[in-house]
């Protein structure tokens, strides 16, 4: 009983005691389906797949189903593999209302993309571009567009590179953080403060993660520039004396810390909206309205904050004796071809207009430019359910058409009386004190389902259910990656295909998992076939 063989079989068990669960949980409801392929350890493609739907509390629930193998990641292939998983599951096409994908041209492609195929079966499963990956496309346009800040971004990781390249400079950064720190007065010991810090590496995939490597090295820029002096005369190369003494030259520039603070204002912005569409149960209304109060403020930064970041940019560089610039002096370009041509503009004019108005309103533009589900039919009538402001954008026409973009949802007779459904449930609600002060139509769904005012109104509650499924980012999927990294390691590279997809079901859905009874699980695993022994 303690054969690998019939390990593989108990995992499998405690697998499929989740995944009913979770199809008991979802019922004959509609939902979403998020996907998405990598490549595990192993150099197999897999693809991960997430349903999102609203539970009978009234709840948004992502739930992990299963990873599948495929031999290749055209979207011929990625959908047969779908329809395989859902036969074997008994789940139908039919019932998915929308689709969650990155850009990828495989996945959302407009004619022969995953999401065309399946838009060809049923026409209502709308597809969403994930809003992670659209904000993502932002930050990467602005980087590759604008030389500057494509150069900064460089210089930034090849920093990270010397920094972080041998244990011997990991120690001495170490040792003279020790040191600043008994040097300070006044400084809080204790649990969780001033722990040692280190320059946070930045992921290639996940823009948000470069505001805490900004952010560390504001924190530690003095001590950054002792190891990069000690790089300098202690280097065993000429390469890395090199690149220490460029990087420390480049580093004690007024320009260098002029595009720290910028990035790092930029993306402290941005980075709150990235967190926020990160959640499993953000809806899509919201997240719409969280794109537009995150231009919105980015648009008053770029009017209101080249004063304040003037200021502190000055403040840094007087606090570390880096060497300002006056701003009312005549501009000088540092090329040398061009040193002697007089520009007729003022440093101020330079700081401000050509770097400071241009880099927020290209990032302003590109926000606008990648977020154009804002625009869409769909999301405008889905916009008249939210009681925000006490429901002040209710409309009864634009949740008729809605009802007409879901055929299969709505017959005749229910679009009939759908429209005086409508009439009375805004009266209700309006005089209820329950659903005053309400966020989103999350809590409008969970706080319908509290007073049962879902069995009153079932039309009206099936268009929350509509507008709630719809996909906002596909990070549930993302997540379902990092955790197939634990389960399927360098040292267990040669794991099969079921045993991958059950221990990732289990590890990942272990909520589910805790609630599993050993009696169900032994059960199953006796059905499974004639042993000779007993569990």
Request: hydrophobic share 35%.
């Amino acid at each position: 009983m303690t054969a690998p063989a019939i390990q593989k079989d108990i995992c499998y068990c405690f697998a499929q005691e989740v995944l009913k669960m979770i199809f008991e949980e979802l019922g004959d409801d509609v939902f979403s389906i998020l996907v998405d392929e990598s490549r595990d350890v192993s150099k197999k493609e897999q693809m991960a797949v997430v349903l999102r739907y609203v539970d009978k509390l009234g709840f948004v629930k992502e739930r992990f189903i299963g990873l599948v193998h495929v031999k290749e990641t055209t979207a011929l292939s990625l959908k047969h593999a779908i329809d395989e998983l859902f036969a074997h599951y008994n789940l139908s096409l039919d019932r998915v209302r929308g689709q969650g994908y990155d850009g990828a041209s495989n996945m959302s492609g407009e004619f022969n993309g995953l999401k065309a195929l399946i838009l060809k079966e049923n026409p209502s499963a709308y597809f969403v571009h994930c809003f992670a990956h659209q904000l993502q496309l932002v930050i990467v346009a602005l980087a590759s567009k604008h030389s500057e800040v494509f150069k900064f971004f460089e210089e930034i990781s090849n920093l990270l590179n010397v920094v972080g390249v041998s244990c011997k400079r990991i120690d001495f950064g170490r040792e003279k953080q020790r040191a600043k720190l008994d040097l300070d007065t006044g400084v809080e010991t204790g649990r969780e403060k001033n722990q040692e810090l280190s320059l946070a590496r930045a992921g290639d995939t996940r823009w948000g993660s470069h505001e805490k490597t900004l952010l560390r090295l504001i924190e530690l820029y003095p001590i950054i520039i002792e190891v990069l002096e000690y790089v300098e005369t202690s280097g065993s190369d000429g390469a890395s004396k090199s690149q220490a003494d460029g990087l420390q030259v480049y580093m004690e520039t007024f320009n260098f810390i002029y595009y720290l603070h910028l990035m790092k204002n930029i993306l402290g912005i941005t980075n709150k909206l990235s967190e926020a569409l990160q959640r499993k149960d953000q809806d899509i209304l919201n997240a719409v309205g969280m794109v537009k109060s995150t231009k919105k403020e980015l648009q008053t930064y770029r009017l209101d904050g080249f004063k304040s970041l003037l200021e502190d940019v000055i403040s840094f560089c007087g606090k570390y004796e880096i060497e300002t610039v006056n701003m009312e002096d005549e501009y000088v370009d540092p090329r040398p071809r061009h040193r002697r041509r007089k520009t007729n503009i003022t440093n101020r004019h330079h700081y401000e207009v050509n770097i400071f108005n241009t880099i927020m309103d290209m990032q302003i533009q590109e926000l606008g430019n990648r977020f154009n589900e804002v625009t869409t039919e769909l999301l405008t009538f889905m916009n008249s359910l939210s009681p925000c402001r006490n429901f002040s954008a209710f409309n009864i026409q634009n949740l008729l058409k809605l009802a007409e973009m879901y055929p299969n949802d709505f017959d005749f007779d229910e679009k009939d009386k759908l429209k005086y459904e409508l009439g009375n449930y805004i009266a209700n609600v309006k005089d209820d004190t329950r659903f005053v002060d309400m966020n989103g139509v999350s809590d409008l769904a969970k706080t319908m389902v509290e007073t049962r005012k879902h069995i009153d109104y079932p039309l009206v509650y099936r268009l929350l259910k509509l507008a709630l499924v719809l996909p906002v980012a596909t990070t549930s999927v993302e997540r379902s990656f990092s955790s197939m990294k634990h389960v399927k390691t360098d040292l267990r590279n040669r794991m099969g295909d079921g045993y991958t997809n059950d221990s990732c079901i289990c590890y990942i859905e272990k909520e589910f998992l805790q609630k599993v009874s050993e009696e169900d699980v032994m059960q199953r695993f006796q059905k499974m076939k004639t042993r000779r022994e007993q569990l």
